[in-house]
């Protein structure tokens, strides 16, 4: 039996091959690998010796040759085929152990160039692999330095692999080389491609098996971003405290960090099933916290809280009297920490704010297919709005406005926000129209409207009801994209009640 061994990844090598020549195999390598084998004192061929052709072009050119594809492909039932590798004198190739070129970490190493990729772009290792995988009834392929014992062990009790096992690691070969392949015409794409694609190639490698879905009868796996671009991410969070994270964990999780990270003063956000239910800011965090959770004493219970600052003893302390399922701050002072971690299954989670957040496509799936949209994370400036309305915004409304439409930009619409220069008073999410949200948001916020709460909505009014409903509940100023075939009708309703009311000329639509 003959085994072609060639890794760029040589964990596990030396034992996984001595294992192969205690079972009988001669063994096949090349440049590196070769050495490491020769220098463990384990038997090699070198594949020019196979090949009849050195190794050329710094090793470009080494196993893309017939005798080695031959090897591989050779159909053993087929009396033609191997009448064909004894007229050549073709040894057949049993086992291929091959892992390729860095690619991945090459692209992620900043000091390297697009000239360091392209020489990084493995041509003869996917070709062996998917010979081998293709031609899986008679050859076993391995990629992966995990499966080094499970060949070694059907090899030791039975002299073979079983046909279960090589099918298996077809399989994952075909896998390997796919997403190797995606991860290359990613970056292809991004560096050099002049033409949209017309096919969206992805690859993401698997973070972890969750326990369930959104329900218990539904399975569910973590996978992450093959080449992550930024750290400010749940992925890349470091877990300090608590149980494993589930499928609602993440998702509320990743809205409340996308929500917090709109803030630059200290800031808390209380996300509940993807909408928050509270945010306040302050001049401290404690502060910020005190106003986040008056926002909503009821909703925020089991909630997500995300921090942009540090976390302090007094915050702590205050956040440990109520039930939360996480909290997310770039840090946790250990005093803090000490009391958070009192109760075992609240999960703690320190992430990276200061890591650049890096815009990416966002995913959805739909039945057959893949929506693919920018991420939402247009940079607006309050200053260029414009004011719809006889009456002017004061520069505190219009800070209080900005407030407020930072936020209503991460409730599912339709969305409405009442809110304060402090926090959010009332919000209204996900309603079949928008006079149902604002009607929620204003109970919510009840006697909390003073002369100091707007209103901000993520899209445009039809009708003039919901300025109407604002101005009979004391909203000062409002602000909303405009747009409306209609917008006059609210215009002349917010003038009637003395109300201000900006256009952004945007809108934030969240589904």
Known sequence: MRALVSVSDKTG?????????????????????????????????????????????????????????AGLLARRDRADDMATLAEKEITPIDLVAVNLYPFKQTIE????????????????????????????????VVVDSDDYDRVLAELKTAGHTSAELRADLAAKAFRHTAAY??????????????????????T?????????????????????????????????????HGKQLSYNNIKDADAAMRTVRE??????????????????TAETLEAAWDRAYQADSVSIFGGVIA??????????????????????????????????????????????????????????????????????????DPTTWQVATETQPTPEQLQTLAFAWKAVKHVKSNAIVVANGERTLGVGAGQPNRIDSLKIAVKHAGEAIDDTAVMASDAFFPFDDCVKYAAEHGIKAIVQPGGSVRDQESIDAANAAGIAMVFTGIRHFRH
């Open 204 to 240: 993401f490698d698997k973070e972890a098996d969750l326990r369930y879905g959104e329900n218990s009868h539904q399975k569910a796996t973590l996978y992450r971003d093959a080449v992550p671009t930024t750290n400010f991410s749940l992925l890349s969070a470091k877990q300090l």
């Open 307 to 380: 921090l942009n600052r540090p976390v302090d003893l007094a915050t702590a302390e205050k956040m440990h009297q109520i039930f939360l399922e996480i909290i997310i701050a770039p840090s946790f002072d250990e005093d803090a920490l000490a009391v958070l971690t009192k109760k075992k299954n609240l999960r703690l989670l320190q992430v990276d704010f200061k890591a650049p957040e890096t815009p990416e496509p966002e995913l959805v799936s739909v039945m057959g297919g893949l929506l693919v949209q920018d991420e939402d994370v247009l940079a607006e």
């Open 109 to 140: 190493d900043q000091t390297k160039d697009l000239a360091d990729a392209i020489e990084n772009i493995d041509i003869g290792g996917p070709s062996m692999i998917r010979a081998a995988a293709k031609n899986y009834r008679d050859v076993t």
């Open 263 to 280: 803030f630059t003063a200290p800031t808390v956000v209380a996300m509940k099933h993807m909408n928050p239910c509270g945010i306040g």
């Open 13 to 69: 090598l030396v034992p996984f091959v001595k294992g192969l020549v205690a079972a009988g195999f001669e063994i096949v390598s090349t440049g590196g690998t070769k050495r490491t084998l020769d220098a463990a004192g384990l038997p090699t061929i070198g594949i020019e010796e196979v090949t009849g052709f050195p190794e050329i072009m710094d090793g470009r050119v080494k196993t893309l040759h017939p005798k080695v594809h």
């Open 181 to 202: 392949d995606a991860v290359i015409a990613g970056y292809l794409t991004k560096q050099i491609a002049t033409t949209p694609a017309k096919t969206l190639t992805l």
